[in-house]
C-alpha cells in the first residue's frame, strides 16, 4: 500500500523560512509525478508547486521566487523549501502523487491519485 507522510510544519514568523518533506513509502520506484498543495481556511485547495513526470517544475504565482520543490529519488522524498513567508502562507500543505503525464499549470486535486495527511504551516505576522 502506497503511502505518503508530511513532515516539517510548524509555526514562523512572516520573514521566516520552513522546510517541508514527504516521504513515499510502498513505491518501487519513486512516484514520477508529485506536487504539494495547500489549503487556508475558508479556501480551496490550490496547487503550490508541482514537478513533473518529464522534470518540468511549476510554481503558483504568489510562490515563485520563494519555494523551491526538489526530490531525492534514491529517497522517495520530495521536499518544499519555503523562504520569505508570508501570513498569507498560513495553510495546511499537502503531498500528492500519481497524476496524469503531460500534467500542466494549474493542477487539479482531481489529477492526483495519492495523497498524504498534511501538515500545518502558520505565519505570524
Known amino acids: 500500500q502506497v503511502q505518503l507522510v508530511e513532515s516539517g510544519g510548524g509555526s514562523v514568523q512572516a520573514g521566516g523560512s520552513l522546510r517541508l518533506s514527504c516521504a513515499a513509502s510502498?513505491?518501487?520506484?519513486?512516484?514520477?509525478?508529485m506536487a504539494w498543495f495547500r489549503q487556508a481556511p475558508g479556501k480551496e485547495r490550490e496547487g503550490a508547486a508541482l514537478?513533473?513526470?518529464?522534470?518540468?517544475?511549476y510554481y503558483a504565482d504568489s510562490v515563485k521566487g520563494r519555494f523551491t520543490i526538489s526530490r531525492d529519488n534514491a529517497k522517495n522524498t520530495v521536499s518544499l523549501q519555503m523562504n520569505s513567508l508570508k501570513p498569507e502562507d498560513t495553510a495546511i500543505y499537502y503531498c500528492?502523487?500519481?497524476?496524469?503525464?503531460?500534467?500542466?499549470?494549474?493542477?487539479?486535486?482531481?489529477?492526483?491519485?495519492?495523497w498524504g495527511q498534511g501538515t500545518q504551516v502558520t505565519v505570524s505576522s
Open positions: 510502498g513505491y518501487t520506484h519513486s512516484p514520477d509525478c
Open positions: 500528492a502523487a500519481e497524476c496524469p503525464y503531460g500534467i500542466t499549470w494549474p493542477p487539479k486535486t482531481a489529477d492526483f491519485r495519492v
Open positions: 514537478y513533473t513526470s518529464g522534470g518540468i517544475i
